[in-house]
């Protein structure tokens, strides 16, 4: 891991912030609590789910909720995500209403949090299903993927690290752990966060996004929490794929989209492991002038370059990629779209 570049901000309280807070959703959002190995996990499921399945898994300091709820609204403009059903994983005790997990709870490894989305799958009975994955929730996945390459039609992975912990990123961690068990959320760790979010360069990020993960890591609920998965993800292991396979390691057999913000911190990373990836079967996105968090600041990028991926495996071939975005961008300027069916076939 590259050298790090922290910025310290004031850690002010927002009074008028609460936790407790729901987002909106439609009618057809369910919440379950899968039984696995490590207890209970809470699982919301948004869609419907005779069409095709997709499973997310979040980054540190995120629940499901957090990370992937305004991507995923900002796609159901186009009716993107009418054709999926989205089955969110949250970490264990990472979601905003978990309860604090005992202090003898064995926390999953980062092999353990992949043996979670195996029984979380099986749980459903889902025969394949597209994995999307962002930072810790993309290591998940690339393991996953290695174990399981037949339930998986394709990656979609954002800020992906396979290396082990670095001496730099270890030491920061460590740190944060130290304060979240002693003192709960305090400006050093929110510093962080921001970082590993955001990347290097917060003067060039949207100052309204800042604002609202800056409150949102500051009353994150649970911080001991946070920190058994912090603890997972420094001690995790490298992961040893290879373009070719064979001795110089496996192979990751399964189509894969590698999205990544041009402000990132991880940038080099996800070079890496696309260097390890075969190019027959995987596409490297920069989206530029975007911070680290490209989910929530290029949605627009994001959706356009996830459409053009699953056409060029053949799903949803009649889409008319194009017309749809020039739609979401007038939707996006103001103006007022009655039919953005006229872009879409319904072929699910």
């Given at each position: ?79 993107f995500t009418d054709k999926f059903c989205v089955y969110n ?18 926390y999953p490894s980062m092999e353990g949090l992949a043996k ?68 709960g959320m305090t400006s050093f760790v929110a510093d962080y ?156």
């Amino acid at each position: 891991m590259a050298g790090i570049e922290l910025e310290t901000y004031p850690f002010a309280k927002d009074d008028h912030y609460s936790t407790n807070c729901e987002p909106t959703h439609g009618a057809d959002l369910t919440e379950e609590r899968v039984g696995t190995a490590f207890g209970n996990v809470k699982v919301s499921i948004y869609g419907d789910r005779a069409k095709k399945a997709m499973i997310t898994f979040h980054d540190l300091g995120l629940d499901s909720e957090s990370n992937f709820q305004n991507f995923f609204q900002f796609a159901s403009i186009a009716e993107f995500t009418d054709k999926f059903c989205v089955y969110n994983i949250n970490a264990p005790g990472q979601e905003m209403d978990a309860s604090p997990l005992p202090e003898n709870y064995q926390y999953p490894s980062m092999e353990g949090l992949a043996k979670i989305v195996e029984t979380v799958a099986d749980h459903f009975k889902l025969k394949s299903f597209f994995g999307f994955g962002v930072g810790l929730g993309a290591n998940v996945f690339v393991r996953y993927a290695l174990l399981n390459p037949n339930k998986l039609d394709a990656l979609i992975l954002v800020n992906c690290v396979h290396t082990k912990c670095g001496w730099i990123e270890w030491g920061y961690e460590k740190m944060n752990m130290r304060h979240l068990r002693a003192y709960g959320m305090t400006s050093f760790v929110a510093d962080y966060l921001m970082w590993h979010h955001f990347g290097r360069r917060l003067d060039e990020c949207t100052s309204d996004i800042l604002r609202q993960y800056r409150v949102y890591f500051q009353h994150l609920p649970n911080p001991t929490n946070l920190a058994m998965l912090i603890e997972s993800y420094i001690n995790r292991t490298p992961i040893n794929i290879s373009r070719e396979g064979g001795a110089a390691g496996p192979q990751i057999k399964v189509p894969t989209l590698q999205i990544v913000g041009a402000g990132s911190a991880f940038i080099n990373e996800t070079v890496e492991v696309n260097a390890r990836l075969d190019p027959a079967k995987s596409d490297w996105v920069k989206i530029s002038d975007s911070c680290g968090l490209v989910l929530d600041d290029r949605p627009e990028a994001v959706t356009e370059a996830l459409m053009l991926f699953l056409q060029g495996l053949g799903y949803f071939p009649t889409m008319n990629v194009p017309k749809l975005m020039k739609q979401l961008h007038e939707t996006q300027s103001g103006s007022f779209i009655t039919n953005t069916e006229q872009a879409l076939v319904d072929e699910c």
